[in-house]
T-cell receptor
Framework: GAVVSQHPSRVICKSGTSVKIECRSLDFQATTMFWYRQFPKQSLMLMATSNEGSKATYEQGVEKDKFLINHASLTLSTLTVTSAHPEDSSFYIC??????????????FGPGTRLTVL | AQTVTQSQPEMSVQEAETVTLSCTYDTSENNYYLFWYKQPPSRQMILVIRQEAYKQQNATENRFSVNFQKAAKSFSLKISDSQLGDTAMYFC????????????WGLGTSLAVNP
């Protein structure tokens, strides 16, 4: 199956700094990528949907100025957590939807990034 | 709005036994997709099985099978011959067939397979 990578897998930063997380589709093109946040023992919460070459669509309650998403190419999307605070500590998962045409295009998930803000 | 409900937060099963995880959903759409995802301790999301709503036949993938009841809006997952490696969180998810579609997730069921 298709592979989605995320980098870094773990990051620890100081409060007030910014952190960038990269999401890449390694062997397929993805016009749409999704960013999720997951708290321990909870479900995935969609933060935003990014489409290549256009602005991301944020879910209600997600601050777009705090969580900057860029989808510059068909294989790369980035999430930047600006001025991170301890409450931003979480597990962030990206997902990419394959472009194949037809009614259904499978969505593949990255391995996640654990962010800890001190 | 679509919703997905998993009513079993935790379940356990003995190795080699069979276990069924429940999922119900609500939608007004006629065409859609349903999924079961597995998230092991590594936290990598893995697609277990997919069901297209227009297909009456229940999907099967080796030891994993679903009981899809469209009228009842029920989509349960049966794991046969449970293995220790099946220990994970299992999420049921819904995907509509329209534009701007996004996965709608259940809260998950934590499954423990005991030796």
């Amino acid at each position: 199956g298709a592979v989605v990578s995320q980098h870094p897998s773990r990051v620890i930063c100081k409060s007030g700094t910014s952190v960038k997380i990269e999401c890449r589709s390694l062997d397929f093109q993805a016009t749409t990528m999704f960013w999720y946040r997951q708290f321990p023992k909870q479900s995935l919460m969609l933060m935003a949907t990014s489409n290549e070459g256009s602005k991301a669509t944020y879910e209600q309650g997600v601050e777009k100025d705090k969580f900057l998403i860029n989808h510059a190419s068909l294989t790369l999307s980035t999430l930047t957590v600006t001025s991170a605070h301890p409450e931003d500590s979480s597990f962030y998962i990206c997902s990419a939807r394959e472009v194949k045409g037809g009614a259904y295009n499978e969505q593949f998930f990255g391995p996640g990034t654990r962010l800890t803000v001190l | 709005a679509q919703t997905v409900t998993q009513s079993q937060p935790e379940m356990s099963v003995q190795e080699a036994e069979t276990v069924t995880l429940s999922c119900t959903y609500d939608t007004s759409e006629n065409n859609y997709y349903l999924f079961w995802y597995k998230q092991p301790p590594s936290r990598q999301m893995i697609l277990v099985i997919r069901q297209e709503a227009y297909k009456q036949q229940n999907a099967t993938e080796n030891r994993f099978s679903v009981n899809f009841q469209k009228a009842a809006k029920s989509f349960s997952l049966k794991i046969s011959d449970s293995q220790l490696g099946d220990t994970a969180m299992y999420f049921c998810a819904f995907l509509g067939a329209g534009n701007n579609r996004k996965l709608i997730w259940g809260l998950g069921t934590s499954l423990a397979v005991n030796p």
